[in-house]
């Protein structure tokens, strides 16, 4: 297990890296393609864990002729990395499942207009809660805190999240940062992902809104944002205060997308992803040599 997560780090940090780079681009590429770059994270770790085919040597080879050998005693070391990774992705998993279940207990459904509904008393924030079967949480003082037309908008934001699978990504994310932890890149990269993922739906809700709709809809990010604590969510929630800044940067200044610096971007994730897959893959002349070499060593045997 420790050999497996080291070696992850090569090619997942320069993922990681090469997204941190691109997000700080969302202006010139857009939303929507910045956040659609993210897919390279999973195909790197994919394809760096691609199944390697070596020639197998013969586990009889040796062994028919070889006796009177000294048996070798190995002492077993206690490998305190393991231990304390084990240790983080523990505590991990315990705080992940104790707000879950604490937020899941608060819920309450509520029919209005044939429409379900629902409202958390630990809720801040409007939100996308859950990774399997997503729910749209609301605080118990949205209607109040927000008027109509923020409140079908806000709404509609969360919906996007959910049309986009975005639970099933922040799913995905959540195992990344279990298994790797340790990694500083991984939180940092954590909080890119998740800025890129609200601009890709404030993207897709003023789409075909009016510059008046626009300014209600960033009145509310702001009122929300005031109401949100300082913290990174494992749920995707309306108005975290981390990433208001730059959602309202964008909201202002509409720009064309670049498709140069979009099409600069493609290349180095396909050149990364590829890279990755011949790194893996296994050098056809050195497992030819291999076996001739085991075949040489037979024949010797053989012949003494």
Not at 42 to 57: C, D, K, R, T
Not at 139 to 159: G, Y
Not at 216 to 237: F, R, W
């Amino acid at each position: 297990m420790t050999e497996w997560l080291i070696a992850q780090q090569g090619a997942l940090s320069i993922a990681l890296i090469l997204m941190l780079i691109a997000e700080r681009f969302t202006a010139k590429m857009g939303a929507m393609f910045t956040y659609k770059l993210w897919a390279t994270v999973p195909a790197v770790l994919l394809l760096n864990n691609l199944p390697i085919y070596s020639v197998s040597v013969t586990s009889d080879s040796f062994s028919n002729y070889v006796v009177n050998t000294t048996p070798t005693f190995t002492v077993q070391h206690i490998d305190v990395f393991l231990y304390l990774w084990a240790l983080g992705a523990s505590a991990i998993m315990v705080i992940t499942l104790v707000h879950y279940l604490s937020l899941t207990a608060s819920l309450h459904k509520i029919n209005t207009n044939g429409d379900v509904a629902y409202y958390s008393s630990k809720a801040n924030t409007p939100m996308l809660f859950g990774f399997v079967n997503p729910k749209i949480v609301l605080p118990l003082n949205f209607e109040r805190m927000f008027c109509e037309a923020q409140q079908q908008m806000i709404v509609e934001h969360e919906s996007v999240h959910k049309h986009h699978r975005d639970h099933l990504w922040n799913g995905f994310t959540f195992v990344l940062m279990t298994l790797f932890w340790f990694n500083p890149l991984v939180w940092i990269a954590l909080k890119a992902f998740r800025t890129n993922q609200e601009l890709a739906c404030d993207y897709k809700v003023l789409s075909n809104k009016s510059d008046k709709e626009t300014l209600i809809y960033a009145k509310a990010l702001v009122q929300c944002a005031e109401q949100s604590p300082q913290t990174l969510s494992l749920y995707p929630t309306f108005g975290e205060k981390s990433t208001m800044k730059k959602r309202l940067l964008l909201m202002k200044d509409k720009l064309p997308q670049n498709r140069l610096a979009a099409f600069v971007a493609v290349a180095v994730s396909v050149l990364l992803m590829a890279n990755t897959a011949a790194a893996n893959m296994p050098s056809p002349s050195k497992n030819h040599a291999e076996g001739n070499d085991h075949k040489a060593i037979d024949a010797k045997v053989n012949e003494a």
